[in-house]
């Protein structure tokens, strides 16, 4: 309890070759510790400041003897007066030992999604409102965050975004605390954090999250057309990137709908690279310059432009892994998750609609693991009876796997997988009802 992050030994090792040279194998284990710490290091210098190695080494050496993670589990059913969703988020922030991973004159950033406009299954207001009073009540200081979108809609930039939220009851006078969206007006304010992966050597982060001392993330459980489902990871990775870094993730490239432009040349002048230009009154792409960022598309009035997601779905969950690592790596222990299951749509609260629930509604989780606490909703979806005359097309059977039945070419589980192998958390957990 109480730990978040853990690096595995060869990608620490890699950083203390890249900064002093070459390890000699010597095969001691005071050798290789001795290298954890070069490594750690390293990792210090490279993240601006931040010191991993002081702050990690200690908690990494005593994760290796450690094999699960706990995730609390409160049900629906009310067992006697005030047994509320309410009271129950409060039991899990308690019992969850969140009152160790924030502490007093924390600035404290409660990760969720607001919701696209349109869509009305997010997470209810009134729950983050428990929330940010369980870590007032640790004396820190919460807001309420997310970061931009790649696509154009009603969460573009940080404006639109804020009043989006409001409409959708995150304001101060429900939640109790202020909305700030983590990556500035639009999307600029973020910082590279390096992580020595598969994909990225370094990956980019809001800065509102690097600012903030700890994090509660609240993430509700719903399918996704390219990770299969979003949870707690998913919410790391696309939710504390800034829109450049989504765009890393998906590796899209914008299409240009001619018979919408107008020619007007505003994506031209947004383009960091150059790659939009007019030809015959209509915005032309040239891939190879192109490097995804998205600016095109938000910038387009006539909304002509939009994203080829078409992407092959292991290495994409991949990148997201490699992403939701960066997003709490500054934060070890000091990171709760809370994964709501309950309103379980096929679609991401993205989509500008909600789709009936795949599944009955199933209960609430707390963990500072993130791998463990998505595993354990993805079991628990997983054991629910599907409904009928949904988005749910196969599958419906307990035991059966229900985002796979909706989203036939994913594979959710996938990002388990990955994440655990780079050292996120633990696939591996222990359920504890309350
Ligand atoms: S996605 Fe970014 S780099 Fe590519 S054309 Fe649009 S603005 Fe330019
Ligand atoms: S901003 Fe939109 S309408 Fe204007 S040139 Fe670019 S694609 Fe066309």
Same mark, same amino acid.
């Given at each position: 309890? /109480?730990?978040?992050?853990?690096?595995?030994?060869?990608?620490?090792?890699?950083?203390?070759?890249?900064?002093?040279?070459?390890?000699?194998?010597?095969? /001691?284990?005071?050798?290789?510790?001795?290298?954890?710490?070069?490594?750690?290091?390293?990792?210090?210098?490279?993240?601006?400041?931040?010191?991993?190695?002081?702050?990690?080494?200690?908690?990494?050496?005593?994760?290796?003897?450690?094999?699960?993670?706990?995730?609390?589990?409160?049900?629906?059913?009310?067992?006697?007066?005030?047994?509320?969703?309410?009271?129950?988020?409060?039991?899990?922030?308690?019992?969850?030992?969140?009152?160790?991973?924030?502490?007093?004159?924390?600035?404290?950033?409660?990760?969720?999604?607001?919701?696209?406009?349109?869509?009305?299954?997010?997470?209810?207001?009134?729950?983050?409102?428990?929330?940010?009073?369980?870590?007032?009540?640790?004396?820190?200081?919460?807001?309420?965050?997310?970061?931009?979108?790649?696509?154009?809609?009603?969460?573009?930039?940080?404006?639109?975004?804020?009043?989006?939220?409001?409409?959708?009851?995150?304001?101060?006078?429900?939640?109790?605390?202020?909305?700030?969206?983590?990556?500035?007006?639009?999307?600029?304010?973020?910082?590279?954090?390096?992580?020595?992966?598969?994909?990225?050597?370094?990956?980019?982060?809001?800065?509102?999250?690097?600012?903030?001392?700890?994090?509660?993330?609240?993430?509700?459980?719903?399918?996704?057309?390219?990770?299969?489902?979003?949870?707690?990871?998913?919410?790391?990775?696309?939710?504390?990137?800034?829109?450049?870094?989504?765009?890393?993730?998906?590796?899209?490239?914008?299409?240009?709908?001619?018979?919408?432009?107008?020619?007007?040349?505003?994506?031209?002048?947004?383009?960091?690279?150059?790659?939009?230009?007019?030809?015959?009154?209509?915005?032309?792409?040239?891939?190879?310059?192109?490097?995804?960022?998205?600016?095109?598309?938000?910038?387009?009035?006539? /909304?002509?432009?939009?994203?080829?997601?078409?992407?092959?779905?292991?290495?994409?969950?991949?990148?997201?892994?490699?992403?939701?690592?960066?997003?709490?790596?500054?934060?070890?222990?000091?990171?709760?998750?809370?994964?709501?299951?309950?309103?379980?749509?096929?679609?991401?609260?993205?989509?500008?609609?909600?789709?009936?629930?795949?599944?009955?509604?199933?209960?609430?989780?707390?963990?500072?693991?993130?791998?463990?606490?998505?595993?354990?909703?993805?079991?628990?979806?997983?054991?629910?009876?599907?409904?009928?005359?949904?988005?749910?097309?196969?599958?419906?059977?307990?035991?059966?796997?229900?985002?796979?039945?909706?989203?036939?070419?994913?594979?959710?589980?996938?990002?388990?997988?990955?994440?655990?192998?780079?050292?996120?958390?633990?696939?591996?957990?222990?359920?504890?009802?309350?």
């Amino acid at each position: 309890m /109480g730990y978040t992050i853990r690096l595995p030994p060869d990608v620490i090792l890699r950083l203390a070759e890249s900064s002093s040279g070459p390890i000699k194998p010597s095969g /001691g284990p005071d050798d290789h510790h001795h290298h954890l710490k070069r490594g750690y290091r390293a990792l210090g210098a490279l993240t601006g400041g931040h010191n991993p190695y002081a702050l990690l080494t200690g908690e990494y050496l005593r994760k290796e003897q450690m094999t699960m993670a706990d995730v609390y589990f409160a049900d629906l059913r009310a067992r006697g007066p005030h047994d509320s969703r309410s009271r129950k988020i409060r039991r899990l922030f308690e019992a969850a030992g969140f009152g160790a991973v924030v502490r007093p004159g924390d600035l404290v950033a409660v990760k969720l999604h607001v919701g696209e406009r349109g869509c009305d299954t997010f997470i209810n207001p009134i729950f983050a409102r428990q929330v940010v009073e369980k870590i007032k009540e640790c004396r820190a200081h919460p807001f309420i965050t997310d970061t931009g979108t790649l696509y154009a809609g009603s969460r573009m930039d940080a404006v639109r975004h804020t009043v989006t939220a409001i409409e959708h009851g995150f304001d101060y006078a429900v939640v109790g605390a202020p909305v700030i969206i983590a990556d500035g007006i639009r999307g600029g304010y973020w910082s590279e954090i390096a992580i020595g992966g598969k994909h990225f050597e370094s990956v980019r982060i809001a800065g509102g999250f690097l600012d903030a001392e700890s994090m509660i993330v609240l993430s509700h459980v719903k399918g996704h057309d390219l990770a299969g489902f979003g949870g707690a990871i998913k919410n790391l990775a696309m939710g504390c990137a800034p829109p450049s870094g989504k765009a890393e993730q998906h590796v899209g490239r914008p299409l240009v709908d001619l018979d919408r432009c107008g020619g007007c040349g505003k994506c031209t002048r947004v383009c960091p690279q150059a790659a939009m230009t007019i030809v015959e009154g209509r915005a032309h792409l040239n891939p190879e310059h192109c490097v995804g960022c998205g600016d095109c598309m938000r910038s387009c009035p006539e /909304g002509a432009i939009e994203f080829d997601w078409t992407t092959e779905i292991r290495p994409f969950i991949e990148r997201l892994c490699e992403y939701a690592l960066g997003a709490v790596l500054d934060k070890p222990g000091r990171v709760g998750y809370i994964n709501f299951l309950q309103n379980i749509t096929p679609d991401c609260d993205c989509v500008p609609w909600s789709d009936a629930p795949i599944v009955p509604d199933i209960g609430i989780l707390a963990s500072t693991d993130p791998v463990a606490i998505d595993h354990a909703s993805l079991d628990l979806v997983d054991s629910q009876r599907g409904f009928a005359q949904t988005a749910l097309a196969r599958n419906h059977a307990p035991g059966e796997d229900k985002f796979t039945g909706v989203w036939d070419y994913t594979d959710a589980r996938y990002q388990i997988t990955y994440a655990a192998r780079i050292g996120l958390g633990d696939a591996s957990y222990r359920l504890i009802e309350l």
